[in-house]
């Protein structure tokens, strides 16, 4: 169990952070995060807990994987529920189409799966 100082530690370390997104960006982080926690609990089912060292790397290449595998199936998603909208301006007279974007840290949502799993081949490959 960790103790109050570690705890508070780890608080402010969190603290010193910043996420930016706009729309529905932030769920890159969050998909990421439960693919993460879905490949941890599959493997302690499947493997037992502890689990050997030599699979961890692997754990996280699925887990990444996974998470884009939900990101990439929640922004069809959203793309197919996000229809275009024209307007037209009054002082000019031009159409305007209005579309909401989802971005995390200005990268458009839609390419953060390819992001993913390149950043999953990485982890499994770094020593």
Known sequence: MATSHQVQKSVKAIEDKMVIWRGSGVLVLVLAVVGLLVSQGLAWALLGDPLPSSYIPAR??????????????????????????????????????????????????????????????????KK
């Open 60 to 125: 996280d290449m699925i887990g990444i994987w996974l998470g884009a595998g939900f990101l990439f199936v929640t922004n069809l998603a959203l793309e197919r529920s996000n229809k275009p909208r024209t307007v037209i301006d009054k002082e000019t007279g031009k159409e305007l189409v209005l579309k909401e974007k989802h971005d995390f840290f200005f990268v458009p949502m839609k390419y953060w799966p390819y992001l993913l799993l390149l950043l999953g081949v990485i982890a499994y490959f």
